[in-house]
Every structure is written in structure tokens, then in C-alpha cells.
T-cell receptor, first 115, second 114 residues
């Protein structure tokens, strides 16, 4: 099946620094990728939809300037958490859509801890 | 807005027994898909089963089956012959036919006991 690689799997950073998370579709072209956030013992909340070559669409309440999303190619989307603070500590998961079909493939997630 | 509700935060089942996880949803769309995802301790999201709203027949995947009641907007998951490896968080999810983004329920933690 299709594989989505997410890197890094875990990152610890100091408050005020920026962190970049990569999401790659390894064996298919993903025109659309999605970024989710999951707090402990909670559900996945969609943050934004990323379309290749265009600006991301953010969900209500998600700060565009804080969570920068870039989808420069059909196989790579990045999420940059700028000026991270402890409240940004969370599990971030990406998913990629296979050719606009209903099939979604998830990355393995990134645990971000901001000290 | 579409919502997905899972009313059972936790469920427990004995090995080899059957358990049913509940899910209800709210939508005004006629074309949509429903999913059950499993999230084990590794936190990798694994698709368990999916159902197209236009299909009347309930989806089945080996030990996993659904009871899709479209009029009642209910989509429960039945796990037969439960195994220790079935222990995980289970999320019910919804998407419309025109968009790929998923709306997830709050999840049900399933414990499997010996």
C-alpha cells in the first residue's frame, strides 16, 4: 500500500524556537495533504488542508502565522511551528490523499515537546 | 457542520468475545463516507473499515463489520473473536464525497482481557 513518511518522530525544543515537520508521500503523488493535531487522550483535530502549489486552507481557530504550511511538490508538505511555546506541545499527524480518491494514508506522527 | 459522536470513552471485551463500538454522526449531505480507524499505542492510524453512504450493504473486513443505519445516522463497529492485538483507540470518522478531509469522533479505548 501507499506509504507516508513523517519526520521527525519526536522533537524537543526550547520555547521561542521554530520546528519543521516533514510529510512525504513515498510512492505516490499527493495533491492534497492534511495536518492534524492530537492532544493526549483526545481526538485528531484538523489544522489545515495543504494543496500542492497553492496556499493552505486553515481550520477556524488555527493561527496561520504560527503554523506555516508549505506544499511545494507533489510528494512533500511541511509544517513549521514558529516561535513554539509549551502549549504547542502535541502530537502532529499528516495524511495524504491518493489522487483525490477517498483513500487517505497517514504518517506515523511527530511528538512535539516544547520546554 | 458535520459532527461525529462516540458515546463510549472506554470499552472492555474478553478475548474471543464480540464487542460493538457505537458511532453517530450528523450531516445534511447525501454523498459521504464513513470510516473506523484504529490507533494502537504506536499512534499510527490504521484504517479498519470504510462504508460508502450510497451502499446499503454493510461493509465487512474479516472479523470487523459495521452496522450502518443511514436514516438513524448510526455507524457501529462490531469486532468478532476479539484478540489481544485489537486493544487500541478506535476512531469513527466521516468525510463528504467531495472533500478528503476527515472529521473524527472523540474515540473509544478498547481493552481486551484474557
Amino acid at each position: 500500500g501507499a506509504v507516508v513518511s513523517q519526520h521527525p518522530s519526536r522533537v524537543i525544543c526550547k520555547s521561542g524556537t521554530s520546528v519543521k515537520i516533514e510529510c512525504r508521500s513515498l510512492d505516490f503523488q499527493a495533491t492534497t495533504m492534511f495536518w492534524y493535531r492530537q492532544f493526549p487522550k483526545q481526538s485528531l483535530m484538523l489544522m489545515a488542508t495543504s494543496n500542492e502549489g497553492s496556499k493552505a486552507t486553515y481550520e477556524q481557530g488555527v493561527e496561520k502565522d504560527k503554523f506555516l504550511i508549505n506544499h511545494a511538490s507533489l510528494t512533500l508538505s511541511t509544517l513549521t511551528v514558529t516561535s513554539a511555546h509549551p502549549e504547542d506541545s502535541s502530537f502532529y499527524i499528516c495524511s495524504a490523499s491518493l489522487g483525490g480518491s477517498e483513500k487517505l494514508f497517514f504518517g506515523s506522527g511527530t511528538q512535539l515537546s516544547v520546554l | 457542520a458535520q459532527t461525529v459522536t462516540q458515546s463510549q470513552p472506554e470499552m472492555s471485551v474478553q478475548e474471543a468475545e464480540t464487542v460493538t463500538l457505537s458511532c453517530t454522526y450528523d450531516t445534511s449531505e447525501s454523498d459521504y463516507y464513513l470510516f473506523w480507524y484504529k490507533q494502537p499505542p504506536s499512534r499510527q492510524m490504521i484504517l479498519v473499515i470504510r462504508q460508502e453512504a450510497y451502499k446499503q450493504q454493510n461493509a465487512t473486513e474479516n472479523r470487523f463489520s459495521v452496522n450502518f443505519q443511514k436514516a438513524a445516522k448510526s455507524f457501529s463497529l462490531k469486532i468478532s473473536d476479539s484478540q489481544l492485538g485489537d486493544a487500541a483507540m478506535y476512531f469513527c470518522a466521516y468525510r463528504t464525497g467531495t472533500a478528503s478531509k476527515l472529521t473524527f469522533g472523540t474515540g473509544t479505548r478498547l481493552q481486551v482481557t484474557l
